[in-house]
């Protein structure tokens, strides 16, 4: 097992001390910048920040007794030295990236540390899965810490995944170095009922004296208070006022997300603005932030500014991505902060509201300068065993992407996914359709959606209707990043193209594909897990952008509409999802029929 290659405090610490006395000369001194404290939420002029070890040894207003002969002097120019940037719940694998090419792309944005779940990886090859993400996220420049994944299968026995994990996984890998807690508990009915399993992986957590991640994603608070007592410590899954509120009144931390499709900052932010609830308890993560977000919009910076411009205070924004994440993993004492004993990370910039990170320092290392990353990320050796996970088993035809009718009707009323715009809820829509040729015909919105099996090579679609992408003409665009079983979702309006887009990702081992009139418009190969790819996010970036147009030249107008595709299959956030059972009813937890009857 990979061991942490950062020295701890009780190693450092001698030194830490004699700098900090000026007995002796710190490695890099970092002068004459306004200290944003996030410990008192203040801004202390003229201030210089001295580094050992990769540590601060002192913060303070004179430096000059710790610079020797070879201390590196940073001029500070008088900007702002914020701490470095805390994502405190991310999945990696949704920025189609490595960790390591996820490491180089955030970077330049300010983050230096993030908490990650990968359990999309979990869903497809268990805990070897894990165990690497773990393995290359320790060797990068920055903080990347990894939660154990809770939840393989989301929801048993309406799903079926690739790999499972049990409590002896999560046990195993609490011993890791790299492992900051359990990730997030979606299984929230099956703590409500007392699961012995999801129970003791909580147990497991705990008695390793680490933090459990929440997932409470039913939209009714009565169940909150059972699930709180299950031991959950926090929850990114609100989405109005009150869901904050809520979740801080039963002793949780509220982490309020902005991805690349989830919106759900300004609605619950408004809980500290002007509800004037305690922001100690309140927490900024991404969750999800594909590679062209990463690359063109940024990362935790874009949250900050976002949270700034709902109304936030700036320096209670910083407090939210900072201190206030570090405390919730039991790591205040190690980062989160500009403090003597912290990790040296930190952002210089000129602007607390608009953050530009002008230059970025990692465990006491210049990381970037100006949007540019200015160090190695290195890669960890993925086997073939992670490259060869698309496994249909037999070339599938036009005619297996279709939902038969009952024998006779004409039109039937069927039970429809209604895709909401930047949420991860969707409805439950209900729809008069036609009938031709024995299979129900889509019209107006509505297009048919199939999940392919690609754990197993069974061969198995199964078939449903999703509404509100608005696509048109005959078209397809297939997917192995389908959360969180990440078997094969295809959307389409075209049996053809549906059929030729599933071939071509069995084809190329996996990724997203995008067709129309029987010729292929866009394709991002992801040959890890057929969820990530180890070239450079700008290049994953070009190749996402490009699959995003193609979606637009097939007449969706959604905001990145991929996440919308991707989350199909979840079968944990309500209220209609499908997986390789069925069609499921996530209010009720259980299989329904996509007819609903003869219209």
């Known amino acids: 097992m990979t061991s942490l290659p950062f020295k701890t405090w009780a190693e450092t610490a001698p030194r830490l001390i004699d700098v900090a006395a000026g007995r002796a000369p710190a490695d890099t001194v970092v002068r004459g910048v306004r200290w944003v404290n996030v410990h008192s939420r203040e801004v202390l002029d003229g ?133 900051v807690g359990l990730g997030e508990m979606m299984n929230f009915p099956g703590v409500i009922g007392g699961s012995q399993q999801m129970l003791a992986e909580i147990a497991e957590t705990q008695r390793a004296g680490k933090t459990v991640g929440g997932h409470y994603a039913s939209p009714d608070l009565a169940g909150l208070n059972a699930y709180a007592a299950g031991g959950p410590a926090d929850d990114h899954e609100g989405t109005r006022e009150e869901d904050a509120i809520a979740r801080v009144r039963q002793g949780m931390r509220a982490m309020l997300r902005l991805g690349s499709a989830w919106y759900d900052v300004k609605a619950q932010i408004t809980a500290v603005t002007e509800k004037g609830l305690d922001p100690r308890n309140f927490i900024l993560c991404t969750d999800d932030c594909n590679a062209g977000t990463l690359v063109h919009d940024g990362h935790m910076d874009r949250v900050v500014r976002h949270a700034i411009e709902c ?108 895709v909401v715009e930047n949420q991860a809820p969707t409805r439950a829509l209900s729809l008069d359709l036609p009938v031709q040729d024995g299979a129900v015909t889509p019209e107006g919105d509505v297009a048919r959606i199939a999940l392919v099996e690609r754990h197993r090579g069974t061969g198995g679609v199964t078939n449903g209707l999703v509404g509100g992408f608005g696509y048109r003409g005959r078209m397809a665009v297939a997917s192995t990043v389908a959360h969180d079983s990440h078997h094969m979702i295809v959307v389409g309006t075209s049996a053809a193209d549906m059929a030729a887009a599933a071939n071509r990702l069995a084809e190329v081992g996996g990724g997203v594909t995008v ?64 997986s390789d059972l069925g069609l499921v009813d996530v209010t009720r937890f259980e299989l329904t029929d996509v007819i609903e009857g003869v219209a």
């Not at 010729?519 to 700008?538: F, K, N, Q, W, Y």
């Not at 070009?542 to 097939?554: H, I, N, P, V």
């Open 515 to 578: 067709w129309r009139d029987g010729a292929e418009l866009a394709l991002v190969e992801l040959p890890i897990a057929g969820l990530m790819s180890d070239r450079p996010a700008a290049e994953v970036a070009a190749s996402a952008r490009a699959m995003g147009e193609a979606l637009r030249d097939c007449g969706c107008t959604l905001n990145n509409a991929f996440m919308q595709h991707s989350l199909l299959a979840l079968v944990v956030i309500p209220e209609l999802r499908i």
């Open 47 to 179: 201030s210089d920040l001295s580094i050992a070890d990769g540590r601060f040894a002192c913060c303070g207003p004179d430096a000059s007794a710790m610079i020797g002969p070879q201390t590196e002097v940073i001029d500070g120019a008088g900007l702002f030295a914020v701490p470095g940037l805390c994502d405190a719940h991310m999945h990696v694998e949704s920025g189609m990236l490595t960790p390591a090419e996820f490491a180089r792309a955030v970077i330049p944005h300010g983050t230096t540390t993030m908490f990650a779940d990968p359990h999309e990886i979990a869903n497809v090859l268990g805990l070897d899965g894990v165990r690497m993400m773990h393995d290359e996220a320790l060797m990068q420049p920055l903080n990347m810490f990894m939660q154990m994944p809770s939840c393989a299968p989301s929801a048993p026995g309406l799903e079926t995944t690739g790999r499972e994990i049990g409590p002896k996984d999560v046990a195993e890998a609490m011993t890791w170095p790299g492992i």
């Open 311 to 418: 109304g936030c205070d700036p320096l209670v924004a910083l407090q939210m991505a900072t201190v206030n994440t570090a405390t919730h993993f039991g790591l205040e004492r190690e980062l989160g902060a500009i403090a003597p004993g912290r990790r040296a990370d930190l952002i210089l910039t000129d602007d607390l509201r608009t953050l530009p990170i002008r230059h970025v320092i990692a465990r006491g290392v210049t990381v970037a300068r100006d949007g540019e990353c200015l160090v190695d990320c290195p890669h960890y050796a993925w086997p073939d065993a992670a490259r060869q996970t698309v496994r249909v088993g037999r070339t599938l035809t036009p005619r297996e992407f279709r939902v038969p009718a009952p024998e006779g009707a004409a039109r039937v009323r069927a039970r429809v996914i209604g």
